[in-house]
């Protein structure tokens, strides 16, 4: 089975400006979870997907949203970036309530 | 406030021995538990994991496990291997909704030859 596959795997922008992250999950894998790492915060929970419903939400502001698709594929979208977005943008599938995440390997996010 | 902490930043042990590491958590209504390995530019990878109804949790090399009462999880390696040397991260979650995990912020294990 393929992983969960994250594009692009490097991104730069400026600040103000907006960013899509793009995750597919391991097929069959119905949930999707977003995750920010950073070195002072370690990984934070952002919000997770389940068929196309938010089921979770981290505690980051408003600017970071997310959706999923019928197919399971999720993306995740932060507007009006600040300096302190720059992260490893991590995305995690599962198959089902206690389960483990099964990890991408991130997007790195630099805003200048 | 860390709901899930590891307090050893990090940890050395020599190849052939055993790898102790430890997590300790403050929510008593987590109830399932998580340990990943996570090697520089790649995302982490799932290890092992325990539920709160056992109390160990055994797969090849690496063994969970969890003390209730003192609210502390320890993932033990043996025999270490130099290709164990990565950040270690133990993640809790609760609820019957939801997969919302809180990590831990991570224990460096370097096993030296």
């Known amino acids: 089975k393929a992983g969960v596959t994250q594009t692009p795997r490097y991104l730069i922008k400026t600040r103000g400006q907006q960013v899509t992250l793009s995750c597919s999950p391991i097929?069959?894998?119905?949930?999707v979870s977003w995750y920010q790492q950073t070195p002072g915060q370690g990984l934070q929970f952002l919000f997770e997907?389940?068929?196309?419903?938010?089921?979770n939400k981290g505690n980051f502001p408003g600017r970071f949203s997310g959706r999923q698709f019928s197919n399971s594929r999720s993306e995740m979208n932060v507007s009006t970036l600040e300096l302190g977005d720059s992260a490893l943008y991590l995305c995690?599938?599962?198959?089902?309530?206690?389960?483990?995440?099964?990890f991408g390997n991130g997007t790195r996010l630099t805003v200048t | 406030d860390q709901q899930v902490k590891q307090n050893s930043p990090s940890l050395s042990v020599q190849e052939g021995r055993i790898s102790i590491l430890n997590c300790d958590y403050t929510?008593?209504?987590?109830?399932?538990f998580l340990w990943y390995k996570k090697y520089p530019a790649e995302g982490p990878t799932f290890l092992i994991s325990?539920?709160?109804?056992?109390d160990k949790n055994e797969d090849g090399r690496f063994t969970v496990f969890l003390n209730k009462s003192a609210k502390h999880l320890s993932l033990h390696i043996v025999p270490s291997q130099p290709g164990d040397s990565a950040v270690y991260f133990c993640?809790?979650?609760?609820?019957?909704?939801?997969?919302?995990?809180?990590f831990g912020p991570g224990t460096r294990l370097s096993v030296l030859p």
């Open positions: 929510n008593s209504m987590f109830d399932y």
């Open positions: 097929s069959g894998h119905r949930s």
């Open positions: 993640a809790a979650s609760w609820g019957n909704y939801g997969q919302n995990f809180v």
């Open positions: 325990i539920s709160s109804i056992k």
């Open positions: 997907y389940f068929s196309e419903t938010q089921r």
């Open positions: 995690a599938s599962s198959s089902e309530y206690n389960s483990p995440l099964h």
